[in-house]
């Protein structure tokens, strides 16, 4: 075995962050402690980047796979990619150094034991979109739960404590229903190693429950219809940097977690449940794009428009089209990018006029042109404007949706119209008009600083949108691969029936 | 030369909006003015070559959605279509660009502004020689956004961006259509390139689906959902209300994107379609019936409006009602040849108005205008040409193409086309009557105006009347000049070549002489009709108002169309979105979902604390219970 890249991407940071805590800064605002944070992070992206590089996108098998005994047979620790895992690897350690640049402001105590968090993080998502067995899975799956939870408890707003266990308390539910899964697969089949399951099969028989456990999981995180409702409260106490990796890398987990594992190990279950999925993702792109109409605070309609957008996510997976399926994958990373943006956007203005209610401000175009520019540009990806990585995501989603059931993609292109409409008049409220307030002639517009990490975001939005081919060439032979032994456990099926 | 035509708009557009600060005021208007113009002299190259020579051309500039069947390249196509709209979207652009040298002189933004226009153009580029459904949809959405960012420029007015964002909004709701309808050529065909779609066209005329339940042939579900993204576009009767709104931006944007050029992008469409369409006749009926419909009901509105600029935007709704009943009919070489005409005297109407907006210091109501015609003579005179070009008045550019739709229609032979020729010829002596009103209200008459005094009026800069000149040329000869190559009996199958599909050739027979010389006629006599009404004796026209006020209060709330949209879609939306999220998300789901738990469990854990009492006597008592209990229970088994 070669070089463990794997492992290194995943490690990387908690050395990081075992670092950062053993070490005592010099000064007392953590400023080096910040930069040991971003260098580690930094140079993890790197790396991710080298392994895109080198990965071979015309191989369907998981690649740079590492495998080490851990409980004797019983559990391995196993790794390894395919053209889904990298994107989503990606896009983790492309938004977490961001975060911890855009941390000063948000965190003002304790901000040694937030980086740490951070961190941590970063390794469990990682270890989410890479592991190949059942039970490593569940550990980074659920053990990441554990710094957001801190992060929204500690460093959030009024009511953090009340967000916080509502938080744990709905991805609870759903977790302790997936490890009882875990547990039944295993005494099924004798292995929770991802690959040799796809390999034997699950038997139909039990895939149904074995599906629905999942499922509760899945939904809890991404969100779904009628488990959303954390989410909004979620977004509103925690500080920018844990809604941006809430937002951005968390609530992916879920759709990774879907396309790997409902669809990959329960196909006949998946297609079971389709109707069930489309009905929940039909409610969650029409019913919260309402809500989010009417949101006052800015956190909460950005929150609000995260459901509808995942609702499209979940759409597109179920699909089982290669455009619907590769249109979810591009819609994640892009909702990663644009969310995040949007957050980070709501986070300067919070941390110049402390309110994130819309009706406090109007009229910024006039003091922050740059701001209002960014600002246009993300609520255009937003929106899913041609151009921007939103379109692609989104038209092939209904593209794929279309090839499926007329209603659905009709009903879902509605969702479409009702987005344009929330977030303009939110540019409009908040950007134009005139200036109402006289604390708003004090803001200053975006720093050195805040540009650079807007337009580290603008960037890639705007360059998949007009040439999404490496995202989709990436993808293409992995999600091949499994619509055609998604098809062939379907047929099989029907054959033994008859 | 294809790159160039394209790219230079954008290039401008960046260079502008980015670096304007930089290059200054004077540099961004002059370089965008510039880089548009030689696009605009390119495009005539291009046309000149297409004419000629037979000049067609498909480039590939790169690869752009590719995922699984569906690829679709970033593209120029050149075929006489496309040339056509170049040339018309250049040449306008190019005269907007220069003439917003003089209108915008007084505004703070004027880098922005020319940088949004540029912008627009190329946008409205990519669209026009696009050769696939989906850059197709970009360039409908980019001038969709540019129109939003124009319609908005003057951000402090709340009533412009709010109707920004209804433009918007609207438009995607035509846009929902559309995207529709891509999504079932692509369902249908397996790709979304014109070429390849067009070509297997003829095997599946007869092919059925199934849509929401109803049993149809997809050619036709096709052609009304694409018809559909046409009308948000061009402001069709239903999907118009927007554009008179969108007469809130600054008036070089109405001139060029509401009237010559984005509003055109829905007749382009269908006409573009026409491989499509010539196969459905019920989509083709059904656009007939639109554009007649639209044409007359935006006619009728017209006439009672008093701000200049809706009068002319309602013109142009009820314009473009005929372009697309003479689509309709099948004559989509007429409705193309009126789309150019029509880009020419309709931008000349609306840089016009402008002038005089401007000489009248941003005064709109043509109520307060009136007896200026001799201080503003030049604009007086170009708005003239405009209105005898509009109305159809003998041997201006409108007058070939307005009578050539009328003319079809009636010749097309079946109910529809019949109908759709005698509305055509009403709805032209309604245009000539709000035409001339316009003139007469603001030229002729008594001075009404208070604010300004008539001394300080003055004619607009030649920065701005030149590219006036040049419009009023064009509204004078384009018709004469192109007859013969758009729709000249026979040599027009030649010029257009594959670009326009026509299954049977278009009838070649004459209407009867008494129809050919009742469209002109009307238009002439209504001109001093209206100068009787509207200057001489203005009584008729108060007393036919006051006999009939119920029909002018509902032309004035123009048909309440907004108030019923308001009704049906945007307080339900609003008061839908706020019943759930107050009482669903919070008074159900959460009350019963985790607060619920939470309260549950609670409860049950403060029972549970109650047995713990502490006391020995209380755990004494239940054991005895207890154990009775397991003896009563073993004895009695």
């Known amino acids: 075995m070669n070089f463990p890249i794997i492992s290194s991407l995943i490690l990387l940071p908690t050395i990081g962050a075992l670092f950062i805590f053993f070490t005592r800064p010099s000064s007392k605002k953590y400023q080096s402690s910040k930069y040991v944070a971003l260098f580690i992070s930094l140079a993890n992206f790197l790396l991710s980047l080298y392994l895109w590089y080198i990965f071979d996108k015309s191989n369907v098998d998981f690649q740079f796979v590492e495998n080490r005994e851990w409980l004797s047979g019983f559990i391995n620790y196993k790794v390894g990619i395919d053209g889904i895992s990298i994107l989503f690897i990606l896009l983790t350690t492309f938004i977490v150094p961001i975060c911890i640049i855009s941390v000063n402001a948000t965190v003002t105590n304790k901000l040694k034991n937030f980086l740490i968090a951070i961190l941590l993080m970063e390794t469990m998502m990682i270890g989410v979109f890479c592991s190949l067995d059942l039970v490593v899975f569940y550990l980074f799956f659920e053990a990441g739960l554990i710094p957001m939870f801190l992060i929204i408890g500690i460093w959030g707003g009024e009511r953090r404590v009340y967000s916080a266990f509502k938080f744990f308390l709905y991805t609870l539910l759903g977790s302790v229903l997936m490890l009882i899964a875990i547990i039944s697969i295993y005494w099924i089949t004798g292995t929770t190693d991802v690959v040799k399951l796809y390999e034997i099969g699950i038997d139909p028989k039990y895939q149904k429950l074995l599906w629905l456990a999942f499922f509760s999981s899945f939904a809890v995180k991404t969100p779904m219809w009628p488990v959303h409702t954390w989410l909004p409260d979620a977004h509103v106490e925690a500080p920018t940097a844990g809604s941006v990796l809430l937002a951005a890398i968390l609530l992916k987990m879920a759709g990774y977690g879907f396309i790997r594992f409902s669809l990959g190990l329960f196909p006949i279950a998946s297609e079971y449940f389709i109707p069930l999925i489309y009905f929940l993702s039909l409610i969650a792109i029409i019913y919260t794009s309402l809500v989010a109409l009417m949101q006052e605070d800015m956190k909460k309609l950005i929150a609000y428009s995260s459901v509808a957008h995942m609702g499209f996510v979940t759409l597109g997976i179920f699909t089982m089209t290669q455009q619907g399926i590769e249109g979810s994958i591009i819609q994640m990373i892009s909702h990663g990018l644009v969310s995040a943006a949007l957050f980070l956007s709501v986070g300067v203005l919070y941390e110049r006029m402390h309110t994130r209610m819309i009706n406090k401000y109007s009229g910024l175009v006039l003091i922050m042109p740059k701001y209002a520019i960014v600002l246009m540009v993300f609520t255009l990806g937003s929106i899913g404007l041609p151009g921007t990585s939103g379109f692609v995501g989104e038209f092939l989603i209904l593209m794929g949706a279309f090839k499926k059931n007329f209603l659905v993609a009709t009903i879902a292109s509605l969702g479409v119209i009702l987005g344009a409409a929330y977030m303009l008049w939110l540019y409009k409220r908040v950007i134009f008009g005139n200036l109402i307030n006289e604390d708003l002639k004090k803001l200053i517009d975006l720093k050195k600083i805040e540009i650079l990490v807007f337009s580290s975001l603008v960037f890639p939005i705007l360059f998949f949108g007009f040439y999404p081919e490496p995202l989709i060439n990436s993808v293409e032979t992995s999600v091949i691969n499994l619509i055609d032994m998604y098809n062939f456990n379907i047929n099989n099926n029907l054959v033994l029936k008859k | ?637």
Request: hydrophobic share 50%.
């Open chain 2, 1 to 637: 030369m294809e790159y160039l035509i394209l790219f230079l708009p954008l290039f401008a557009s960046i260079l502008s909006g980015f670096f304007g600060k930089i290059i200054g005021d004077k540099i961004s208007q002059v370089t965008t003015s510039l880089f548009v113009s030689l696009s605009a002299v390119l495009s005539f190259v291009i046309l000149y070559k297409v004419i000629n020579q037979g000049y067609e051309n498909n480039l590939v500039i790169a690869t752009w959605i590719n995922s699984g069947s569906l690829n679709v390249n970033w593209s120029i196509k050149i075929d006489a279509l496309s040339s056509v709209m170049l040339v018309v979207v250049n040449l306008v652009s190019a005269l907007v660009h220069v003439y917003s040298i003089g209108y915008m002189s007084d505004d703070p933004h004027k880098p922005r502004f020319m940088s949004y226009l540029s912008l627009f153009t190329f946008a409205m580029l990519t669209l026009v020689t696009s050769d696939n459904f989906i850059q197709l949809f970009f360039g409908w959405e980019g001038v969709g956004l540019c129109s939003y960012f124009l319609i908005g420029f003057w951000f402090k007015k709340d009533s412009a961006n709010s109707a920004a964002i209804k433009a918007f909004v609207v438009n995607r709701v035509g846009d929902f259509g559309f995207a529709l309808g891509i999504f079932l050529i692509f369902y249908i065909f397996g790709t979304v390139n014109y070429n390849e779609v067009f070509e297997q066209i003829p095997t599946i005329i007869d092919k059925k689906i199934i849509f929401l339940g109803f049993s149809t042939k997809a050619i036709d579900l096709i052609c009304i959902l694409l018809f559909i993204g046409a009308m948000g576009k061009s402001a069709q009767l239903l999907l118009h209300t927007w554009l008179p709104d969108a007469m809130e931006g600054p008036t070089p944007v109405s001139a060029l994107i509401h009237a010559a050029t984005m509003v055109t992008a829905g007749v382009f469409l269908v006409v573009r379609c026409s491989p499509i369409y010539e196969y459905s006749q019920l989509a083709l009926t059904i656009i007939t019936v639109v554009g007649m419909s639209t044409a007359f009901f935006a006619a009728t509105i017209a006439i009672v409006q008093t701000d200049i600029k809706k009068i002319i935007a309602y013109s142009t709704c009820s314009q473009l009602g005929y372009m697309f009943f003479a689509a309709g009919v099948g004559a989509y070489n007429v409705a193309m040849f009126h789309l150019f005409t029509h880009a020419f005297f309709k931008a000349l109407l609306f840089l016009g108005s402008g002038s005089i907006i401007h000489a009248f210091k941003n005064e709109q109501n043509i109520n307060l205008m009136g007896g200026v015609w001799k201080k503003l003579p030049y604009t007086y005179i170009l708005m003239i040409i405009g209105t005898l070009a509009l109305t159809g008045f003998p041997f201006l550019s409108g007058f070939y193409s307005k009578d050539a739709i009328i003319e079809f229609a009636y010749l097309k032979d079946n109910r529809a086309g019949f109908f759709a020729a005698y509305i055509g010829i009403f709805t032209a002596l309604l245009t000539s009557i709000y035409s001339w009103r316009l003139i007469f209200k603001t030229f002729h008459g008594d001075y009404n105006n208070q604010k300004n005094k008539i001394e300080s009026l003055h004619e607009s800069p030649a920065v701005m009347l030149l590219p006036l000149a040049v419009l009023a040329i064009g509204s004078i000869f384009a018709g004469i000049i192109f007859k013969e190559l758009f729709i000249g009996h026979d040599t027009f199958y030649v010029f257009w070549g594959d670009s326009i599909k026509f299954l049977q050739p278009l009838s070649t027979d004459h209407p009867p002489k008494w129809f050919i010389v009742l469209t002109p006629l009307l238009v002439t006599i209504s001109i001093p009709l209206s100068f009787y009404l509207f200057v001489k004796n203005k009584k008729i026209v108060n007393a036919i108002v006051e006999a009939n006020k119920p029909l002018y209060v509902f032309l004035q709330h123009k048909w309440y169309f907004d108030e019923l949209y308001d009704f049906l879609f945007v307080k339900p939306s609003k008061k839908t979105g706020y019943f759930l999220w107050k009482k669903i998300d919070i008074l159900i789901i959460d009350r019963f979902g985790p607060d619920g738990i939470s309260k549950l469990i609670k409860n049950l854990s403060i029972r549970a604390v109650k047995f713990q009492s502490g006391y020995i006597y209380h755990y004494a008592l239940i054991m005895l219970l207890g154990f009775s209990a397991l003896l009563t229970l073993l004895i009695f088994k």
